[in-house]
């Protein structure tokens, strides 16, 4: 089962967040759509796509996204590689790429249904991870009144 990826933390830090500040009555798919437009702790999404996708921009090419929110995240990395470019003449493309996709971005790029299926998995993974421990805890416990008898 393993960790939970950093993505998959931070969006269920985003969805929790989320359910303390909405009002009740509430649906699945508001808080979903609310969730994925939270602040992320960075893009997450490859470095070597954004790259792919920022080259073909510099050269005028067509670029056919997966999705429209990969489309928006990819204009948003755009803009700010322009910025960077401007502030640091000289460094590589690929690094200043991979300096914005580290920096916070303004939302998760994702559909509401994919966030929902992610947070399911992260959810699971999150109780199985904490059963683990529980379960390493009480073994332990056993252990040390085996080793006193």
């Known amino acids: 089962m393993g960790t939970i990826s950093e993505r998959d933390r931070d969006l269920l830090r985003a969805y929790k967040e989320v359910l303390q500040e909405v009002e009740y009555p509430f ?3 508001s808080v979903m759509e609310l969730t994925v437009r939270k602040p992320a702790k960075r ?3 490859s470095t070597r796509y954004a ?7 510099k050269e005028n090419r067509p670029i056919r996204y997966q999705q429209e929110e990969k489309e928006r995240m990819i204009r948003e990395v755009w803009r700010r590689v322009q910025i960077e470019e401007k502030h640091n003449p000289g460094v590589k493309l690929d690094q200043i ?3 914005v ?3 916070p971005a ?3 790029y994702l559909k509401p249904s ?9 959810k699971r993974k999150e109780r199985f991870i904490e059963e683990q ?5 009480y073994e332990r416990i056993q252990r040390r009144k085996a080793r006193k008898l």
């Open 27 to 29: 649906s699945l798919n």
């Open 43 to 45: 893009f997450y999404s």
């Open 51 to 57: 790259y792919i996708c920022i080259k073909a921009m």
């Open 97 to 99: 790429i991979e300096l």
């Open 101 to 103: 996709m580290d920096r």
């Open 106 to 108: 303004p939302e998760f």
């Open 114 to 122: 994919s966030a929902e299926v992610i947070l399911c998995k992260a």
């Open 133 to 137: 421990k529980i379960l390493s805890r």
